[in-house]
């Protein structure tokens, strides 16, 4: 939610976040988890120590960030095309690393972060928390931040104010590859193993809660505590509707209905806006 919330503030946006989130885990699970014929273990059978592996999570979502963000920043390719495909190429390749199946019986250091509480709050509770308060105010205060809200505003002023522009993109697009992959992780110690459809419809959910939350899909607008509260508030319909027994194809057509009715009333209330200035600049050359 966050990194695709920061590539969103700077005026682009990367679909293949949902696939990082599942080949991180995938790559990683699959190069340590130990493969057992009688236990129907499945594993590539190099048996890296966890640790390593933990690294290898890491290390996928910044090497997917740096050659997106180098095809979109140096070589000038539309991020919405590039993202769809390697969406597409990211799953197929998390898909036919393990044939289909799903790894499980992970290391205790890959399902920490998922599966264990700090004072009765889930450990990834409180690491969310922290990322949502950590960038917040990165992007209120430190100059970097200001930055990127002035890259999202105007790309040519940004470069002609001495803005690092290229520099900046690709730095937030690598980051933003690091917390999908241990957005993945954290989906994996949940569940204690990494299904080849992890990840599946995950970027649909996070565009829903950044559109509600305020996060302008033109760019230079939007703060981390409004893309926290349409977090809030969207898992907050899912659960009504999943408690009043809707079925989860309707609430998947919720999230999308909520999408497109935040757009009309922000694109109304933009018209609105732009009205009563003109309105205003009228009277006042008449006056």
């Given at each position: 939610?966050?990194?695709?919330?920061?590539?969103?503030?700077?005026?682009?946006?990367?679909?293949?976040?949902?696939?990082?989130?599942?080949?991180?885990?995938?790559?990683?699970?699959?190069?340590t988890?130990?493969?057992?014929?009688?236990?129907?273990?499945?594993?590539?059978?190099?048996?890296?120590?966890?640790?390593?592996?933990?690294?290898?999570?890491?290390?996928?979502?910044?090497?997917?960030?740096?050659?997106?963000?180098?095809?979109v920043?140096?070589?000038?390719?539309?991020?919405?095309?590039?993202?769809?495909?390697?969406?597409?190429l990211?799953?197929?390749?998390?898909?036919?690393?393990?044939?289909?199946?799903?790894?499980?019986?992970?290391?205790?250091?890959?399902?920490?972060?998922?599966?264990?509480?700090?004072l009765?709050?889930?450990?990834?509770?409180?690491?969310?928390?922290?990322?949502?308060?950590?960038?917040?105010?990165?992007?209120?205060?430190?100059?970097?931040?200001?930055?990127?809200?002035?890259?999202?505003?105007?790309?040519?002023?940004?470069?002609?104010?001495?803005?690092?522009?290229?520099?900046?993109?690709?730095?937030?697009?690598?980051?933003?590859?690091?917390?999908?992959?241990?957005?993945?992780?954290?989906?994996?110690?949940?569940?204690?193993?990494?299904?080849?459809?992890?990840?599946?419809?995950?970027i649909?959910t996070?565009?829903?809660?950044?559109?509600?939350?305020?996060?302008?899909?033109?760019?230079?607008?939007?703060?981390?505590?409004?893309?926290?509260?349409?977090?809030?508030?969207?898992?907050?319909?899912?659960?009504?509707?999943?408690l009043?027994?809707?079925?989860?194809?309707w609430?998947s057509?919720?999230?999308?209905?909520?999408i497109?009715?935040?757009l009309?009333?922000?694109?109304?209330?933009?018209?609105?806006?732009?009205?009563?200035?003109?309105?205003?600049?009228?009277?006042?050359?008449?006056?």
């Open positions: 939610m966050v990194g695709e919330s920061l590539i969103l503030i700077f005026g682009e946006l990367d679909l293949s976040l949902q696939s990082v989130s599942g080949l991180a885990p995938m790559l990683a699970a699959w190069w988890v130990h493969p057992s014929v009688r236990l129907g273990v499945v594993g590539s059978g190099t048996d890296l120590p966890p640790a390593v592996g933990l690294l290898v999570v890491i290390g996928v979502g910044l090497v997917v960030g740096l050659f997106n963000s180098t095809l920043v140096k070589a000038k390719m539309n991020a919405f095309i590039l993202g769809l495909a390697m969406l597409i990211l799953a197929g390749i998390q898909q036919g690393i393990s044939n289909g199946a799903t790894v499980f019986s992970l290391p205790s250091a890959f399902t920490y972060i998922g599966a264990h509480d700090w009765g709050v889930p450990v990834a509770a409180w690491i969310e928390v922290a990322v949502f308060v950590g960038v917040g105010a990165f992007m209120r205060y430190h100059r970097v931040g200001r930055a990127i809200y002035a890259i999202g505003g105007n790309i040519e002023a940004a470069r002609a104010a001495g803005i690092k522009v290229d520099r900046i993109r690709i730095g937030c697009w690598m980051f933003a590859g690091v917390l999908a992959a241990v957005a993945g992780l954290m989906t994996a110690g949940q569940v204690d193993a990494v299904t080849t459809n992890q990840g599946t419809g995950v649909f996070v565009f829903a809660a950044a559109v509600i939350g305020g996060i302008s899909l033109d760019g230079g607008k939007g703060r981390m505590l409004g893309a926290f509260t349409g977090v809030l508030l969207l898992s907050l319909v899912q659960n009504v509707l999943t009043a027994n809707v079925s989860s194809f609430i057509a919720a999230d999308g209905a909520i497109v009715l935040v009309l009333v922000t694109r109304g209330s933009a018209t609105y806006r732009s009205s009563r200035r003109d309105t205003a600049a009228t009277r006042s050359c008449e006056g």
